[in-house]
């Protein structure tokens, strides 16, 4: 019997296909992996509930597990508890500000207006907080586009949930 524990070590390094810098483990989207006998069970939650990656996710859990000889694998996508970005490693925050994407700061958002900015948020390339919203939405709905009105460059931040 394969212990669950190494599975989830196997499954920690697919990356997450938007954002290939952190894997689907530090962002918080691989929930559970149970077997039973020879089938293995993995749950997943999606970021958002319509997130596109998700087909590609399951697919590379899939992928991987064969490659490692486990052919009955089944993958749920679980909705319930919703993500979150607290599920987000510190781990994987730094990964997303070394990548030129600002991270999620839940305890400073301003919780007033859909289009407030969060209150320390920083330009992850120069680390000015001198920085504008461009648009709600960026590369990805999980995203909004600001620029630094400092270094001039364009930015995403990932949206807190």
Partial sequence: MVDPLEIKRILSVIPDPE????????????RDVRVEGEQITIDITPTY????????????????LHEKGMDKVKVNLIYSPAWTTDWITEGA???????????????TVDKGTLTGKPK???????????VEMVSQFGSTACKALYKCLDCKEPFDYFKCI
């Fill in 19 to 30: 954002i290939p810098v952190i894997s689907i483990e530090e962002l918080g989207i691989l």
């Fill in 49 to 64: 509930s319509g997130c596109p990656a998700m087909k590609v996710i399951e697919q590379d859990i899939v992928s991987l």
């Fill in 93 to 107: 925050k730094e990964k997303l500000r070394k990548y030129g994407i600002a991270p999620p700061e839940k305890s």
């Fill in 120 to 130: 320390n948020l920083s330009c992850p390339r120069c680390g000015s907080k001198h």
